[in-house]
């Protein structure tokens, strides 16, 4: 069975950090794009940040620009996303997902895990 699982998400204070790592099974996602996408409550879902299958292309959504890091790591076949001065804007379920290429919008992905929740408080 093919899954990406997130983790590392929480509850952290205005301008706290927190990892969050994806990890994937029953498929080699190292040729593979990988993107965060957050969907706050009440608001549509949106991209984060996206990572190409070398690891050397990366981009960011302008809100969260200098602030979130998108890395991997194709041995352990990870996605990571460093959150750093984290706001309650921020707070959110934050899903990973995989596209062959690298894109900033959802439907081009075809793997999504299931998501973790992200709650930043004031």
């Known amino acids: 069975q093919v899954q990406l699982l997130e983790s590392g998400g929480g509850l952290v204070q205005t301008g706290g950090s927190l990892r969050l790592s994806c990890a994937g099974s029953g498929r080699d996602f190292s040729g593979d794009a990988m993107g965060w996408f957050r969907q706050g409550p009440g608001k549509k879902r949106e991209w984060v940040a996206g990572?190409?299958?070398?690891?050397?292309?990366?981009n960011y959504a302008d809100s969260v620009k200098g602030r979130f890091t998108i890395s991997r790591d194709s041995a352990k076949n990870t996605v990571y996303l460093q959150m750093n001065s984290l706001t309650p804007e921020d707070t959110a379920v934050y899903y990973c997902?995989?596209?062959?290429?690298?894109?900033?919008?959802?439907?081009?992905?075809?793997?999504w895990g299931q998501g973790t929740q992200v709650t930043v408080s004031s």
């Open positions: 990572i190409d299958w070398t690891g050397s292309v990366i």
């Open positions: 997902a995989a596209a062959p290429y690298l894109y900033n919008t959802d439907y081009a992905y075809n793997y």
